[in-house]
């Protein structure tokens, strides 16, 4: 079981006590308090037992499918050409559009529910392929709906910078009329817990992000950003000016990013799964993470169009191998430092009394095994809120 105490915070013949969907103690069996005596107990016969994934970047909300565009970047396209054509997150967008609320739910729960079946708890969701005002709501509906139907805790973020809609020819009128029209909805309705943009060459530009944010952040919502990922645009520092909760991606980000992700105290989240996926060859300054103490990561980016993932454990063995994290910096980066990026350290994301009872029994003896094997799923049950 895997709780506080050595590597990996792994305990040998450990025990969890839970009441009430809360975990209320957590260690060895030998120290277990006599006043816990006298339970129901269930013996998970030498299993190990982690902290329920939290995954704390996907876009699992969408419709239609872009395995086309795998195709056509085999074939020597790349990931911004297709953009340009048209297609990337565009296709996606007209296709979201097109589906009803109950298409839309349709299409996404099975996602979240492999997500699910994969170790993860929670979720954070984000919108981002309507871009109209209407269809960005519609999307935040459908993703907190997905919570209940899948028995997981979902988090939302506004991704309301993703990709200029093509009824606007002016990128920042399109940031007016963000920030004036769809955002105060958003906060009027409580549909966000959070908002993110895509600072990018072929997104959107450093002014125009932090002038979203500041909205975003005068109606008391957290802020996320897509940093860094093709082209180091001054993501990170921007990100950790504006003192985002988490900063995302972050390849081509530079030490001096690094540094100011240090002092704003802003997590990193790597995503392995875009890296691996658009075949990427500059790896996120993972030495200078350490060196500077940013608290890392890891989440699957489960989208369309450069990451169609929706496992952790394979995200963990990616970010092993591509980007050379151990696999208890992965492991960490799932669990402690994933609830971090969303805010939730006092409640989920860790073994401990007082956090929820949200945990997963693996068919392994050591944690270790999850990282290091490939394809396979070894997870004997999920439990969330302490029920299985
Ligand atoms: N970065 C991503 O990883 C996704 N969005 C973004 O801003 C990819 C979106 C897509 O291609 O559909
Ligand atoms: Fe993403």
Redesign the pocket.
Known sequence: MAASGGAYGFVDDGTLVVENGLIVWAGPRTALPSSFEGGTVHDVGGRCITPGFVDPHT?AVYAGSRSNEFELRLRGATYADIARAGG??LA?VRATRAASDGELAGASLPRVAALRANGVTTLEIKS?YGLDRETELRMLRVARSLGPAANVRVRTTYLGL?ALDPAWSDADAYVDFVCADVLPAVAAERLADAVDA?CESI?FTTEQTARFFEGARALGLAVKL?AD?LTDCGGAELAARCGAQSADHLERTSEDGVRELADAGTVAVL?PG?FYYLRESVAPPVAALRAHGVPIALGT?C?????PLVSPLLAMNFACTLFGLTPEEALCGFTRNAARALGLHGEIGTLEAGRKADFVIWDVEHPSALVATIGTNPGAAVVFGGRA
């Not at 989208?303 to 990451?307: E, F, L, V």
């Open positions: 876009h990337g997150i996606t981002g993703h895509f997104a897509h990922q995503l875009a980016d989208n369309p169009g450069t990451s």
